[in-house]
T-cell receptor, first 114, second 112 residues
Framework: EAQVTQNPRYLITVTGKKLTVTCSQN?????MSWYRQDPGLGLRQIYY???????DKGDVPEGYKVSRKEKRNFPLILESPSPNQTSLYFC?????????????FGPGTRLTVL | KQEVTQIPAALSVPEGENLVLNCSFT??????LQWFRQDPGKGLTSLLL?????REQTSGRLNASLDKSSGRSTLYIAASQPGDSATYLC???????????FGKGTKLTVNP
């Protein structure tokens, strides 16, 4: 089944404790991105990747890091999480950058930083 | 900078009613527009994608239209069912970017 998976689905952590949220897709998609969803603000893009080893900032990249060493994986790293990073996070992928493509979203990761 | 607005924020209708959800965008140089459904605690499910060269797309009871000149898209749901209850999001994509700019959604409740 074609899908985007994220782990963990739920995470409660404390300020300053480094964490990684994994994202994997099995559709051989080139383009992957991370969004966060907050009440009243909607979904906003954090980072995106056009292909392996090619990443760039979205609208709200502060406090986050990403890497794209393999085509299927695009982890989101919070080096020192803070309470303002409490949010619902979504990973998305599409076939290729610049194409006429539908974006597919993962199930979401609900992160709480205490 | 593209801005996407969805009005109303919430809508409640009786089962069986035909309804229209609205989405407006500020930059007419939109590449495509995608409609999603989000169930509580769940991810986003893509419903329809309309390219800038198209006027509408249909899938089952759903029909989405795009009018670039007026900066509007609509999602028409025919014969609504309680299972249609969810938040509906529209998102626009600009040329030269894969980034989706999302509206804040319309929460639809279909009452039996």
């Amino acid at each position: 089944e074609a899908q985007v998976t994220q782990n963990p689905r739920y995470l409660i952590t404390v300020t300053g404790k480094k964490l990684t949220v994994t994202c994997s897709q099995n559709m051989n998609h080139e383009y992957m991105s991370w969004y966060r969803q907050d009440p009243g603000l909607g979904l906003r893009q954090i980072y995106y990747s056009m292909n392996v080893e090619v990443t760039d900032k979205g609208d709200v990249p502060e406090g986050y890091k990403v890497s794209r060493k393999e085509k299927r994986n695009f982890p989101l790293i919070l080096e020192s999480p803070s309470p303002n990073q409490t949010s619902l996070y979504f990973c998305a992928s599409s076939l290729a950058y610049g194409g006429l493509n539908t974006q597919y979203f993962g199930p979401g990761t609900r992160l709480t930083v205490l | 900078k593209q801005e996407v607005t969805q009005i109303p924020a919430a809508l409640s209708v009786p089962e069986g009613e035909n309804l229209v959800l609205n989405c407006s965008f500020t930059d007419s140089a939109i590449y495509n527009l995608q409609w999603f459904r989000q169930d509580p605690g769940k991810g986003l499910t893509s419903l329809l994608l309309i390219q800038s060269s198209q006027r509408e797309q249909t899938s089952g009871r759903l029909n989405a239209s795009l009018d670039k000149s007026s900066g509007r898209s609509t999602l028409y749901i025919a014969a609504s069912q309680p299972g249609d209850s969810a938040t509906y999001l529209c998102a626009g994509r600009q040329g030269g970017s894969e980034k989706l700019v999302f509206g804040k959604g319309t929460k639809l409740t279909v009452n039996p």
